[in-house]
């Protein structure tokens, strides 16, 4: 059974720092491209960062620079360090694992940046 389960949302206040973290179980780590997306009030999800199984990385514009994903192979983890943060980065952001032809998601964390 494949799970995704997220941590590391609150409440924080406009130019701090949050960090989330994913840890998946029962899919193959070392294959997946994993990623963060996010689900703004009232607005369609959207791709925030990936990484692939090579380590590869890409950014949404609204975050680069301020927003960094790493992986973490030996204990199967993928965090989002999330600096700078602005109101708008308001959203439940959810975790997903890609294989290319199929895709989990997990459940989401709610992350809401204060003015």
């Known amino acids: 059974q494949v799970r995704l389960v997220e941590s590391g949302g609150g409440l924080v206040q406009a130019g701090g720092s949050l960090r989330l973290s994913c840890a998946p179980s029962?899919?193959?780590?070392?294959?997946?491209?994993m990623g963060w997306y996010r689900q703004p009030p009232g607005k369609q999800r959207e791709s925030v960062a990936l990484?692939?199984?090579?380590?590869?990385?890409r950014y949404e514009d609204s975050v680069k620079g301020r927003f960094s994903i790493s992986r973490d192979s030996a204990k199967n983890t993928v965090v989002l360090q999330m600096n700078s943060l602005k109101p708008e980065d308001t959203a439940v952001y959810y975790c997903?694992?890609?294989?290319?032809?199929?895709?989990?998601w997990g459940q989401g964390t709610q992350v809401t940046v204060s003015s």
């Open positions: 997903n694992a890609d294989y290319g032809y199929s895709d989990y």
């Open positions: 029962g899919i193959d780590f070392r294959r997946v491209t």
């Open positions: 990484i692939s199984s090579g380590g590869i990385t």
